[in-house]
Nanobody
Framework: VQLQASGGGLVQAGGSLRLSCAAS????????MGWFRQAPGKEREFVAG????????DYADSVKGRFTISRDNAKNTVYLQMNSLKPEDTAVYYC?????????????????WGQGTLVTVSS
């Protein structure tokens, strides 16, 4: 499966963005999905994950209450709604797919990765 992340950009602190991750190719399989981010000089970190049905999701403590992950399986797309953005949210955001249908906060659990989309939050 191929993943295409989009929706990044420059936003002021307190603003909002919605990221999208569109899947193509082997979309008949039900994947668990995750969003990760990587800031300059830092390791890639978990942001949010959602299982194949959308019935279960989890978030990093740093984004709880501000970010929401969702999916539209009919459109093969996963979203990350980001509200109340902070300068420390600045990073390249990646989406990833897990063939097991579950999600994890571990980078190594995911089988496929998108190319990343840059989010820059100015103060």
């Amino acid at each position: 499966v191929q993943l295409q992340a989009s929706g990044g950009g420059l936003v002021q602190a307190g603003g909002s963005l919605r990221l999208s991750c569109a899947a193509s190719g082997r979309t008949d399989r039900r994947y668990g999905m995750g969003w990760f981010r990587q800031a300059p000089g830092k390791e890639r970190e978990f942001v949010a994950g959602i299982n194949w049905s959308g019935g279960s999701a989890d978030y990093a403590d740093s984004v709880k209450g501000r970010f929401t992950i969702s999916r539209d399986n009919a459109k093969n797309t996963v979203y990350l709604q980001m509200n109340s953005l902070k300068p420390e949210d600045t990073a390249v955001y990646y989406c990833a797919a897990d063939r097991s249908g579950l999600y994890s906060d571990s980078v190594g659990r995911y089988d496929y990765w998108g190319q990343g989309t840059l989010v820059t939050v100015s103060s």
